[in-house]
């Protein structure tokens, strides 16, 4: 034990060393590599980390940012799915909970032990409808679970989950107990059940530390995003830089197809139709309301709503996080949470806190994507597997392969990726030379387990920024904090005048070290900025004069991409109405920044 006067020695975890520009420069002049994953969410980034550490020469490419697609619009779960059991997806479930319980471990940066209670309402509700919904896979009449089912689900759900008895066994309690405990549930209810799933804190940044970690692997693994797969020719995938425009042919012996929800229109591009996919979308908001954030008792509140859908309400990052629809999508449109959904995220939250009144000045940011699940038909969208499996056929006119992903979810993105790496090594020849079974992912490495180790590595790594900066700093990148601490004390720095938790040499760091193209790309995903609702046009006006000398933008880049953002965050990833600035309504300047973009010659974006 390292005594507390006393530094331990650093082991400071590999960060995204090469810029945007650099890294898909190296994939143009080089346009060559056993493999070529097209699609970088959260499912071929973990593939790309797996073969990376196989030794295989793998690049990785997407389109839009990375973690930008489905990936980005999660519940923020990873999560065992109780609720599969009732499907039959006994394998899912007892592989999901595997996972859970490891990355509890292996993440532990990111990945939070969550306390999660049910509000029943009746006792023998759906013990006759149940049997046939699993031998169906039809909803038919909306009919909620009762005591007696979700108990026997519980029971099983222990079964797979209690992780050698670390994991707590489910609770049941009385209508009493249940008000004592969170008394601003519905009065209505009989029993409440409580178990143990994780919270994903950042989902974004998780995925960012997967993809360190394959980098760090070598020279051998390579990634850019805003590179596009747009067809196939003699000499191999035509791919395209979605910044230049620059188009160039890349060879590869197998192509993976990691593109989710979108592996369908990937394939016709590369001339291998295929009709996999029946994603349905999935919708969110974020609220800004404290009342409810108490209500919740800082535990998930996991329900079924009177329509059948399992519904979510859960507190994050000082937030309250509201979810989800599930709906069906044409792939060919973007996904939006539309007014309706919000109404019926409002619906929901009164039918379990009746007393809490919300409203939509308290949204501070809403999301919708896209999950990728395969072709259902006319099967109910509930009951559509979230498992995974693996599409092979010839590559076409081209020798070797091509691999399609379909289905999967961020719990199992860590055995998902082993198993397709595991197709690809043996279409290669090749033999893996190590798990990535418990093998800790990028800040989560050596992360302090105890609040005892946690002060050491704080003392010990507070001397150039202080105890509470590196205390913060170590919350939001696990031990990839050292990196940012050595950056940050290597010049002068000073908070952002209008974001006092983030300073400048941060951003900085963020810019020069994670293939930021876009602001964003800052705002959405490196940071939780957008998803708290701290977004105001003067903070993107600073950010985006942080980052110009670091991306080399010039002064008419700098408001295009501040434009871009504003549309961005109305049109999409609707957030709170960014604060008024020197008495002008934000609805009017929207409007001249919209004007003033479709005048300017466009930066071609994610099309997310």
């Not at 539309?338 to 409203?359: G, R, S």
């Not at 601490?485 to 040499?505: C, Q």
């Not at 964003?520 to 105001?536: K, P, Q, Y």
Request: hydrophobic share 40%; glycine share 10%.
């Amino acid at each position: 034990m390292t005594p507390s006067n006393q530094k331990p020695a650093r082991a400071s975890a590999p960060g995204i060393r090469p810029g945007a520009v650099a890294a898909q420069a190296a994939i143009a002049a080089h346009p060559r590599a056993s493999v070529l994953i097209i699609g970088a969410g959260i499912n071929g980034i973990a593939t790309f980390r797996d073969l990376a550490m196989q030794g295989i020469d793998v690049a990785i490419v997407d389109k839009g940012d990375y973690v930008s697609g489905a990936s980005s619009a999660s519940s923020h779960m990873i999560h065992g799915g109780v609720r599969y059991l009732e499907n039959g997806e006994f394998r899912l479930v007892k592989e999901s909970v595997e996972e859970r319980n490891s990355l509890l471990k292996i993440a532990p940066h990111y990945v939070k032990p969550l306390k999660t209670t049910i509000p029943i309402y009746s006792t023998f509700s759906g013990v006759m409808s149940a049997p046939m919904r699993f031998l169906t896979h039809r909803q038919g009449a909306a009919q909620e679970r009762g005591a007696l089912l979700i108990k026997i689900g519980m029971m099983l759900y222990d079964s797979f989950s209690r992780d050698g008895g670390t994991v707590p066994r489910h609770e049941f309690l009385g209508r009493k107990a249940s008000l004592r405990l969170l008394p601003r549930l519905n009065p209505g209810l009989k029993y409440t059940a409580t178990y143990f799933d994780a919270s994903m804190h950042d989902p974004e940044r998780l995925a960012l530390d997967v993809l360190a970690d394959g980098l760090a692997a070598g020279a051998h693994a390579r990634s850019a995003n805003y590179i596009e797969a747009i067809g196939m020719d003699a000499a191999g995938v035509r791919l395209r830089n979605a910044v230049t425009g620059a188009e160039f042919s890349f060879q590869a012996d197998i192509v993976v197809n990691t593109s989710g929800p979108w592996t369908d229109l990937t394939n016709t591009a590369l001339g291998q139709t295929s009709t996999y996919m029946g994603g349905t979308k999935g919708s969110h908001i974020v609220l800004d309301n404290r009342e409810l954030l108490a209500a919740t008792g800082g535990r998930e509140i996991f329900f079924e709503h009177k329509d059948g859908r399992i519904v979510l309400i859960f507190p994050l990052a000082g937030r309250v996080l509201v979810g989800t629809t599930d709906l069906e999508h044409d792939m060919t449109q973007p996904a939006r949470c539309t007014e309706a959904e919000v109404d019926y995220f409002f619906d929901l939250v009164k039918h379990v806190f009746p007393d809490v009144a919300v409203d939509r000045s308290e949204i501070v940011f809403r999301f919708a994507g896209v999950r990728p699940l395969p072709r259902h038909d006319d099967e109910a969208p509930g009951f559509v597997s979230r498992d995974y499996r693996i599409e092979s056929r010839p590559l076409g006119a081209r020798p070797g392969t091509l691999l399609s992903l379909v289905g999967g979810k961020w719990t199992t993105f860590r055995a998902l990726a082993e198993h397709l790496s595991g197709d690809i090594l043996t279409l290669l020849g090749r033999t893996r030379v190590v798990s990535t079974a418990g093998l800790p992912i990028g800040g989560g490495r050596n992360f302090p387990a105890t609040d005892a180790a946690r002060r050491v590595w704080i003392a010990a790594n507070g001397d150039e920024v202080g105890t509470s900066r590196a205390d913060q700093l170590l919350t939001r990148y696990g031990t990839r904090a050292v990196d940012v601490i050595d950056f940050i004390s290597a010049e002068p720095d000073a908070a952002l005048e209008h974001h006092a938790d983030y300073s400048r040499r941060e951003i900085e760091f963020l810019a020069a070290t994670e293939s930021v193209v876009h602001l964003t790309d800052l705002v959405l995903r490196r940071t939780s900025m957008a998803f708290r609702g701290e977004l105001s046009l003067a903070l993107l006006e600073e950010l985006a004069g942080v980052l110009a000398p670091v991306l080399g933008w010039d002064s008419a880049r700098r408001v295009l991409e501040v434009d871009l953002t504003v549309g961005l965050l109305r049109g999409h990833a609707r957030c709170r109405p960014l604060r008024r600035r020197r008495g002008i309504r934000f609805a009017r300047l929207a409007r001249d920044l919209h004007e003033r973009a479709r005048r300017s010659a466009p930066i071609s974006a994610s099309g997310r």
